[in-house]
């Protein structure tokens, strides 16, 4: 079955600097990649997500890239604020109603 | 849009007590998945039905687990008895069923079991 591995578990960056997270994943099937957000008691939200036949995708100051050959997809947010921070999860699938499976997640702090 | 509803949002029970948590998906999507989230496992699937029929019951750790969707807009995940192990925060996400599945969730439920 499919196994994504997220890096890194955790990441301190100062306000308005840039944040990377990356994941990787194992089964070459898979080709739906979203990510998501999760602030503290509530549950994740979807943030953004790529699907296989684009290799990046922006809104606003995140966005995602996808290497289909390598198998791995990356989250970057830039001008990092305060309320950027929370755990993100990034997760993949095949199309079709297939369950997610999702990284451990990446907890982000944005220092002010 | 109300988004999809869990409840309780709280649950604190005695070990082998039943726990009902109950979820309503949001308007129109068929399919609703049930996720546990633990700090040492992260988020597992437990169980996914599409226009309410399971598909794939895998994660759910043990009998004691057990899951129905009466219809398109309820579905309950059951714990009977429960036991310390199965304090988590449990998800019920939901989608549309097409191309690619966008999962919704909802609040969660936070379970401890004492």
């Known amino acids: 079955g499919e196994n994504v591995e997220q890096h890194p578990s955790t990441l301190s960056v100062q306000e308005g600097d840039s944040a990377v997270i990356k994941c990787t994943y194992s089964?070459?099937?898979?080709?739906?990649f979203p990510w998501y957000k999760q602030e503290l008691g509530k549950g994740p939200q979807l943030i953004i997500d790529?699907?296989?036949?684009?290799g990046e995708k922006k809104d606003q100051r995140i966005a995602v890239t996808l290497n289909k050959t390598a198998k791995h997809f990356s989250l970057h947010i830039t001008e990092t604020q305060p309320e950027d921070s929370a755990v993100y999860f990034c997760?993949?699938?095949?199309?079709?109603?297939?369950?997610?499976?999702f990284g451990k997640g990446t907890r982000l702090s944005v220092i002010a | 849009d109300a988004g999809v509803i869990q409840s309780p949002r709280h649950e604190v029970t005695e070990m082998g007590q039943e726990v009902t948590l109950r979820c309503k998906p949001i308007?129109?999507?068929?399919?609703l998945f049930w996720y546990r989230q633990t700090m040492m496992r992260g988020l597992e699937l437990l169980i996914y039905?599409?226009?309410?029929?399971?598909?794939?019951d895998s994660g759910m750790p043990e009998d004691r687990f057990s899951a129905k969707m009466p219809n398109a807009s309820f579905s309950t995940l059951k714990i009977q008895p429960s036991e310390p192990r199965d304090s988590a925060v449990y998800f019920c996400?939901?989608?549309?069923?097409?191309?690619?599945?966008?999962?919704?969730f909802g609040p969660g439920t936070r379970l401890t079991v004492l």
């Open positions: 308007s129109g999507h068929n399919s």
């Open positions: 996400a939901s989608s549309f069923q097409g191309a690619y599945n966008e999962q919704f």
């Open positions: 039905f599409n226009n309410n029929v399971p598909i794939d």
């Open positions: 089964d070459s099937a898979s080709n739906y």
């Open positions: 997760a993949a699938s095949m199309s079709g109603n297939t369950p997610l499976v």
């Open positions: 790529i699907r296989s036949n684009v």
